[in-house]
Structure formats: structure tokens, C-alpha cells
Nanobody, 126 residues
Framework: QAQLTESGGGSVQTGGSLRLSCAASESVDRRSCKSWFRQTPGKQREGVATITGDGLITYADSVKGRFTISRDDGENTLNLQMNNLKPEDTAMYYC????????????????????WGQGTQVSVSS
């Protein structure tokens, strides 16, 4: 059964940094499109960053210049380096993976991702 497992969340103050990781099981194609999403209570899950199998990256405007997504296909892992964190970054962060290398536009939303992890909480205090 395909599985994604996130780690690295925590609590930091404004301006701090965290590095999230997502380990994918062997059932998840190593070169598949992988993405980070986040969600706060009562709101839709929103895209944060996506990376295609070829390494093409897209960021949400709200995180550009602060977050960096990367992938290690040898280890089948996905990472998100988050710097200069702000209180509005507080959310549950999820990694998602597709069947294919292609990533749809971020505005397409989370429902087209068949694989999800359980999430890791990020809390940023002012």
C-alpha cells in the first residue's frame, strides 16, 4: 500500500526556520509529481509548492523567496525548507504524490492527488 510519511514540524517564533521531510514508500513512483499542501481548520487545503519528475518547481505567491522544495529520487523523499516563517504559515502541512511525473497547476487543487500523508503541524508564534 502506497504511503507517505511527513516529519519535521514544530513550533517556532516569527523569522525562524523548519525543514519538513516526506518519505514515500516503494509503491509511490520515485519520479512522480510531489507537492506540499497546507490546511488550517475550516479552510480548504492549499498548495504550497510542487515539483515535477523533471524538477520543474512552482511556489504559491505567499511563500516565494522563503520556502524551497526539493526531492531526492534515490531516497524517494520530498523536502521543504521553510525560512523566515510568519504566523500565517501556521497550518498542518501535507505531502501529496501523483501517479505521473506531471504536476497540474496549483490552482487545480488537492483532489487530483491520490497519495497523501497524515500531516505534520507547523506553528509560528509572533
Amino acid at each position: 500500500q502506497a504511503q507517505l510519511t511527513e516529519s519535521g514540524g514544530g513550533s517556532v517564533q516569527t523569522g525562524g526556520s523548519l525543514r519538513l521531510s516526506c518519505a514515500a514508500s516503494e509503491s509511490v513512483d520515485r519520479r512522480s509529481c510531489k507537492s506540499w499542501f497546507r490546511q488550517t481548520p475550516g479552510k480548504q487545503r492549499e498548495g504550497v509548492a510542487t515539483i515535477t519528475g523533471d524538477g520543474l518547481i512552482t511556489y504559491a505567491d505567499s511563500v516565494k523567496g522563503r520556502f524551497t522544495i526539493s526531492r531526492d529520487d534515490g531516497e524517494n523523499t520530498l523536502n521543504l525548507q521553510m525560512n523566515n516563517l510568519k504566523p500565517e504559515d501556521t497550518a498542518m502541512y501535507y505531502c501529496g504524490a501523483r501517479f505521473t511525473e506531471y504536476c497540474p497547476e496549483m490552482r487545480t487543487g488537492w483532489s487530483v492527488y491520490p497519495y497523501w500523508g497524515q500531516g505534520t503541524q507547523v506553528s509560528v508564534s509572533s
